[in-house]
């Protein structure tokens, strides 16, 4: 068990969750706002529904938790037409720019034990076991018949 893949990405899911959550409260955000926020960031005058089917959301969860983010004005919605759109108020630029740096952050932290070219290696190797057509167990299972 200690040796797969599965209980190192278990351990690395929870170790980022604790980092992003410790850095996300000090703004009143939770770890669930991080995706949202950082999709607005990148798609300003997104709609409700871009966001909720590009980070793959249920309708209801997407919903209620842009409600709460606009409610803590860290989002602005304006209905154009026959949509919402989706853009950051001054607080959430903010959030966003905090949201977005947690992944380096704590990638450095995280990597400190490797150089440049191992960790280069990692994400190679990471990128090429992530492709999802050549590892997936139904793939597999129909190329042997």
């Known amino acids: 068990?200690?040796?797969t893949l599965s209980y190192?990405?278990?351990?690395?899911?929870r170790d980022f969750t604790t980092?992003?959550?410790?850095?996300?409260?000090a703004l009143g955000l939770s770890f669930g706002s991080l995706f949202p926020v950082i999709y607005v960031g990148?798609?300003?005058e997104c709609t409700q529904a871009e966001l909720t089917a590009a980070l793959g959301l249920d309708w209801g969860y997407s919903?209620?938790?842009i409600t709460k983010l606009v409610e803590a004005?860290?989002?602005l919605r304006e209905k154009k037409g026959k949509s919402y759109h989706l853009n950051l108020s001054q607080k959430g630029q903010q959030a966003f720019e905090v949201s977005h740096q947690?992944?380096?952050d704590w990638?450095?932290?995280f990597l400190t034990a490797l150089n440049q070219q191992e960790r280069e290696q990692l994400f190679s190797l990471l990128a090429k076991a992530t492709k999802k057509e050549a590892n997936s167990i139904c793939m597999r299972q129909s190329k042997a018949l």
Do not use: A, I, N, S
């Open 1 to 3: 068990m200690f040796q």
């Open 8 to 13: 190192y990405t278990t351990m690395l899911h």
């Open 19 to 25: 980092y992003v959550t410790q850095q996300l409260q």
């Open 42 to 44: 990148k798609h300003p």
């Open 63 to 65: 919903q209620r938790c």
């Open 73 to 75: 004005g860290f989002l």
């Open 102 to 104: 947690v992944f380096f």
């Open 107 to 109: 990638d450095e932290q």
